[in-house]
């Protein structure tokens, strides 16, 4: 395996992170908003 392929994949495996991670806050802020409404 090349060293691009895998600098390559490193990188679409941190887009991938990062990607699940603002989903992740952003499903946790919707969470938030349906349990507690009246804090809005």
Same mark, same amino acid.
Not at 2 to 20: I, N, P, Y
């Given at each position: 395996?090349s060293s691009k392929s895998?600098?390559?994949?490193?990188?679409?495996?941190e887009t991938v992170l990062?990607?699940?991670? %603002?989903?992740?806050?952003? !499903?946790? %802020?919707?969470? !938030?908003?349906?349990?507690?409404?009246?804090? !809005?």
């Amino acid at each position: 395996m090349s060293s691009k392929s895998m600098s390559s994949t490193r990188s679409g495996m941190e887009t991938v992170l990062r990607f699940g991670h %603002a989903i992740k806050q952003r !499903l946790g %802020a919707k969470d !938030l908003i349906q349990s507690n409404p009246e804090r !809005l």
